[in-house]
């Protein structure tokens, strides 16, 4: 999902410059869990010898990143806010192969 005239503003400061918090709404997060393909575990032991990024592994974590963030923003269009103040990012190893991505922050409503 990308912004759109109806999408909140994401920060991952406290405040929106210029604007007056109104009314906070609540925490708001999004996370998914992603696992290793076994192609892409054979790939990366292919670059851990000769060296590189391994863009698999990359592309996995992108992934899991835009569709938590993704899930935030549903999060908050559902309470009717107008940013995401306060945003954080974190991962975690669920399992050996797995891993979870979570996004979090305050949702807000705006004023003048």
Not at 71 to 96: C, E, F, H, K, W
């Amino acid at each position: 999902m990308t912004l759109s005239k109806n999408s909140p503003l994401i920060l991952t400061i406290e405040t929106v410059p210029g604007r007056k918090i109104i009314d906070v709404l609540g925490l708001v997060k999004g996370s998914t869990v992603r696992a290793k393909h076994v192609g892409a575990d054979i790939t990366a032991a292919l670059r851990n010898i000769v060296g590189g990024e391994v863009k698999e592994y990359a592309q996995l974590l992108a992934g899991a990143r835009e569709q938590a963030k993704d899930r935030m923003i549903d999060d908050a269009q559902a309470l009717g806010a107008d940013a995401i103040v306060g945003v954080r990012m974190q991962t975690s190893a669920i399992q050996n192969g797995a891993s979870e991505v979570v996004f979090y922050g305050t949702a807000v409503r705006l004023g003048r």
